[in-house]
């Protein structure tokens, strides 16, 4: 069984084929960060090896990660340690809370508008906040304007970006005889929902033989688990994160994100107590093996069981 799971893992990472420098970010998101966040960079190499990534590859990723501020060094002696910058912190726990944590609500029925044509602000913070508000699912609904149907965490990002005292956010509800395909109009202006439901429909097809193959193989290999946690989180951050994440009173029927979610939940649950140990047994920190996991690991996808 493992020798098949191993043809299907094959399969997987080359449909996939996913670049160095978001494979380790996913390797440090979902398997260091809960750890303590530090890693000996030998310990680091030595786990993504059965992910096809040589020790050349790795060593040159994590020199730019590190020029992009999302890892930082530290030297002892001959080794180096790299561990998530505070930036890098605040990217993974955004990106978590959609990971790792779905909270369906009802829907309000009102809209946040943005407005990011802001005067005396420069081009480049401008178009920083714009991005960080994509990142939170913001859609273009005008020149300068985007919306969206939550408000969670706009206040961070504006603060963030150093505009919080001059962005201009407003609330806003549709009028009563606004019809339904009016509002469908809307969405389909502002976020590219087709393009979204291909990317988790080809989510599913990737991993579903995963889930089939592994859910009655019995024992599972360490090493195999923590390939397939890494890749299964890999696959789904990649759509998720374009995700603006609307209300299900918004989204198309039987969409498919509903489904991806399920499935990612399954199997990342089916296969994280055997990844741990592996985890646990190659990374190493400045004083010695990693520590256990902080207790939050353990709230993924509505509980996770713990290996004791």
Known sequence: MNRRVGEIVGQVLARLRPKAKSLIITV??????HHGGSAWLGSVINLVEPLGLNERIVRTSVFRLSKEAWLSSMQIGRRSYYRLTEMGRRRFEAAHNRIYHFNGKPWDGRWTLAVTNIEGMDAERRDSLRRDLGW???????????????????????????????????VASAEDWVTPEALRDLIHTCWDLDRLAGDYNEFLDTFRPLWQALSGAGELDPQMCFVVRTLLMHGYRRALLRDPMLPDELLPAHWP???????????????????ETHVMGMLETAEGPVPEAH???????GGLQSAD
């Open 28 to 33: 440090y998101g979902d398997a260091i960060s």
């Open 136 to 170: 939170l699912g913001f859609g273009q609904l005008a020149s300068g304007v985007l919306v969206h149907p939550d408000r969670s965490a706009v206040r961070q990002a504006l603060a963030e970006a150093g505009v919080q005292d001059r962005a201009v956010m407003m």
């Open 295 to 301: 207790p939050a690991y353990y709230t993924r996808f």
């Open 257 to 275: 994100g509903t489904s991806a979610r399920v499935l990612c939940r399954n199997l990342y649950r089916l296969v994280q107590t055997a990844a």
